[in-house]
């Protein structure tokens, strides 16, 4: 066993462990030899790190909730009524929408006035408003909410793929709207609740 031992030393080595007649070297050639066996697996993992990350980032932009391609002209600002309808269990806010300068901003809170969501909507994208916790949900319902309040005239160059048939707008695969009047409508999500939009009177606060 130990001439074994000895040999597989020697091999490590190779021709740079003869030819320096030095230990150094030869800790060298040994250490080259074992990180050549790690790396193809070092890499492997690294690849499929890099594909994981990748095939979430695809599916986040899948997921993601369909924004116009300009923001409509709404009066604002705007005081909504919303219902949370799932099953027999039913939640009430009230949502503010508010133009701030380049910006969209939403601001929802229940009947007590306690904040559920705050976001602001600018050059096409969400940003957080205030130090609220991420609210994947009130985005997406900000996002429908938008759609369904886009004016007729402007729908079709903001949503190509909208298809609208009297008091019924529907976005393929995202939302169906049924309107009762002009800001008074209800909200279906394929996979999501539904929602009851009616409008509040007065002035935003």
């Not at 027999?88 to 904040?115: F, H, K, N, T």
């Amino acid at each position: 066993m130990f001439g074994a031992i000895q040999t597989s030393r020697r091999t490590c080595g190779s021709e740079l462990a003869r030819d320096s007649g030095g230990s150094a070297t030869f800790n060298v050639g040994c250490a080259d030899a074992i990180a050549s066996k790690l790396a193809p697996t070092g890499f492997a993992v690294l690849v499929r790190l890099v594909l994981v990350a990748f095939t979430l980032l695809l599916s986040a932009c899948a997921s993601r909730a369909p924004l116009p391609e300009q923001l409509p002209n709404l009066t604002l600002p705007m005081q909504l009524h919303i219902q949370r309808l799932v099953a027999d269990e039913r939640q009430d806010w009230v949502l503010v929408i508010q133009q701030e300068g380049p910006a969209l901003r939403w601001s929802m809170m229940d009947l007590l006035g306690i904040p559920q969501a705050r976001q602001k909507l600018q050059d096409g994208e969400w940003h957080a408003d205030g130090l609220l916790p991420p609210n994947p949900e009130a985005r997406e319902l900000f996002a429908a909410l938008l759609f369904a309040l886009t004016p007729n005239a402007e729908l079709q160059a903001n949503y190509p793929s909208a298809r609208q048939h009297g008091a019924q707008r529907v976005l393929p695969e995202h939302w169906d709207v049924r309107y009762y009047a002009p800001d008074s409508f209800k909200l279906s999500l394929p996979k999501g609740p539904k929602y009851q939009v009616t409008p509040l009177n007065g002035d935003a606060p």
